[in-house]
């Protein structure tokens, strides 16, 4: 950390860079005090659910409710709107009223004890969302070092069309994805994918990681991810990339598995280049999907083939151990 005088600013670009050295630095320390106050909180529910149950006259309905208004209150992280996660909120208020009179003389001990047990899942949330920004925020600075630290020109490599070429450039970044190349049920080329709307879209290569664990039924495990590739043989227009960002949330959502990667790519003839509009789609748009309860973001990406042999990004993204950013909470 800086010290002296925090005001004190020479070069304010430099200032920044050094600023987000100094919390990537004090991230991990970050991360400890925040898995410790998770357990101390998470013990102190349990004494606190003990105690209801040991001083709550209706034992049976306490046995039932305090476990139920935890069960809601997980559900409720992974429901996808507002709206949905407001009426599982009411319900768990609900149950805490009942919870609260069934201590029945010993109201007074479950005035105190309920609401505290509200709180406790409440600051769990709130803990579970710094975390998840710490990892964002770690993350975000390694990839933003990565870029201004990488080679500014990137060759293309050799291949029957700008597909294979674009595929073989990300599988000499990421090992993982080379891995992913080789397993033939990871890889569709042409594919020919449906939608959870019953639309039909194609690709001309989908590579994809399925999801594990208890992915599937819980929303525990692995998300797994998917790349999209698409070839055009002229510079794809703002409608091409808006058709792009349609099919990939439409597909994503059916498959359950978010797009870590959505790429266009095309080779430039001549003076060819992107037009303003599909610059300002591809700068300012994202492909955004919920699957259980968060919400996975992922930037659409124009990969030009110049004539001199080298690659141009819009954006630019560097590839990191895991093809996806740390997964987002749903709003509350």
Request: proline residues 7%; charged residues 20%.
């Amino acid at each position: 950390m800086q010290k002296g005088d925090v005001r004190a600013v020479e070069n304010p670009i430099t200032a920044i860079f050094d600023l987000a050295e100094d919390v990537e630095a004090r991230a991990p320390k970050i991360r400890v005090a925040i898995q410790y106050a998770r357990i101390f909180i998470a013990f102190g529910l349990f004494l606190d659910a003990v105690m209801t149950l040991i001083l709550s006259e209706g034992r049976l309905l306490a046995l039932l409710l305090t476990p139920l208004i935890f069960f809601l209150f997980f559900v409720r992280r992974w429901l996808p709107d507002p709206a949905s996660r407001s009426v599982v909120l009411a319900l768990a208020l609900i149950a805490g009223v009942f919870d609260v009179l069934a201590f029945r003389e010993a109201i007074l001990f479950g005035v105190i004890l309920v609401p505290f047990f509200f709180l406790g899942l409440i600051a769990m949330g709130y803990l579970r969302e710094v975390h998840s920004f710490f990892e964002y925020y770690a993350l975000r600075h390694r990839i933003v070092k990565s870029v201004r630290d990488a080679d500014p020109v990137v060759y293309v490599p050799d291949g029957k069309d700008a597909t294979q070429r674009v595929l073989a450039f990300l599988a000499s970044q990421n090992p993982e994805v080379a891995g992913l190349l080789k397993i033939p049920s990871a890889v569709l080329a042409p594919a020919i994918l449906p939608g959870r709307s019953g639309m039909m879209y194609q690709f001309d290569v989908l590579v994809r990681k399925a999801s594990s664990g208890l992915r599937g039924f819980l929303g525990f495990g692995s998300p797994g991810y998917a790349i999209f590739v698409k070839s055009f043989r002229a510079p794809p227009t703002a409608s091409d990339f808006q058709a792009i960002k349609r099919a990939v949330e439409d597909v994503s959502v059916a498959s359950r598995i978010p797009p870590a990667r959505v790429i266009a790519v095309w080779r430039a003839e001549g003076n060819e280049k992107l037009s303003d509009s599909a610059y300002d789609f591809l700068t300012k748009q994202v492909v955004r999907v919920t699957l259980y309860g968060k919400v996975h973001e992922c930037s659409l990406q124009s990969i030009e083939e110049n004539s001199d042999g080298t690659y141009d990004f819009i954006p630019f993204i560097p590839e990191t151990p895991g093809p996806s950013l740390p997964l987002i909470p749903a709003a509350a």
